[in-house]
């Protein structure tokens, strides 16, 4: 079974410039989630959608990011204008729902964009 | 909110011993508590996770975590490190309810020498 993917690995811009980030979850999986670590710091939550809906946005920082999901497959996260601050490893995760009897699902994560704004 | 502490950003341990990474957790109900593993150049993997039950949970490559609930921590351990075990280590909690978003603590390098 594939994993979570991510593109590109890695990308550079700068400031003023618009990125667009992919993930592609594990097939079947109708959670997926948007997390970002800047350097040296905490992975924090961005938002998780339920197929194609945002069940959860309170973690994205600002309206310059715009996160979508058409048709509940692969995902994009659009960040513009992109600014200093935004650099960091912005990590995509997905996971099923919990089966009957189980209390929580298991988000499983994508190897990460490494996002440098110069 | 729920929140973790990982108080250590560097743990050194000789290849043979035992290893312990540290954990501690915040949340306002019960946890559920995750313990990922990132290896160079690669994403988070999954490696334990407790939501109920039994205190000592057993993972993947070896690993295992203990969950004490009067002192809310979640430590991790393997009794016999392996050079291959350097890596960075994320503790995670999420409350039982509510959203299930992950609140992550900055992270464990761990090196294991030879």
């Known amino acids: 079974e594939a994993g979570v993917t991510q593109f590109p690995s890695h990308s550079v811009i700068e400031k003023g410039q618009t990125v667009t980030l992919r993930c592609d979850p594990i097939?079947?999986?109708?959670?997926l989630y948007w997390y970002r670590r800047v350097m040296g710091k905490e992975i924090k939550f961005l938002l998780h959608f339920v197929k194609e809906s945002k069940q959860d946005e309170s973690g994205m920082p600002n309206n310059r990011f715009l996160a979508e999901r058409t048709g509940g497959t692969y995902s994009t996260l659009k960040v513009q204008p992109a600014e200093l601050e935004d650099s960091g490893v912005y990590f995509c995760?997905?996971?099923?729902?919990?089966?009957?009897?189980?209390?929580?699902?298991?988000?499983?994560f994508g190897p990460g964009t490494r996002l440098t704004v110069l | 909110a729920q929140s973790v502490a990982q108080p250590e950003d560097q743990v050194n341990v000789a290849e043979g011993n035992p290893l312990t990474v540290k954990c501690t957790y915040s949340v306002s109900g019960n946890p559920y508590l995750f313990w990922y593993v990132q290896y160079p150049n690669r994403g988070l993997q999954f490696l334990l996770k407790?939501?109920?039950?039994?205190?000592l949970v057993k993972g993947s490559y070896g690993f295992e975590a203990e969950f004490n609930k009067s002192q809310t921590s979640f430590h991790l351990k393997k009794p016999s490190a392996l050079v291959s075990d350097s890596a960075l280590y994320f503790c995670?909690?999420?409350?039982?309810?509510?959203?299930?978003?992950?609140?992550f603590g900055k992270g464990n390098q761990v090196v294991v020498i030879p």
């Open positions: 097939s079947g999986h109708d959670n």
């Open positions: 995670a909690v999420r409350e039982s309810y509510g959203n299930n978003r992950l609140a």
């Open positions: 995760a997905s996971s099923q729902r919990p089966r009957l009897g189980e209390s929580t699902d298991t988000q499983y």
């Open positions: 407790y939501i109920t039950g039994d205190n």
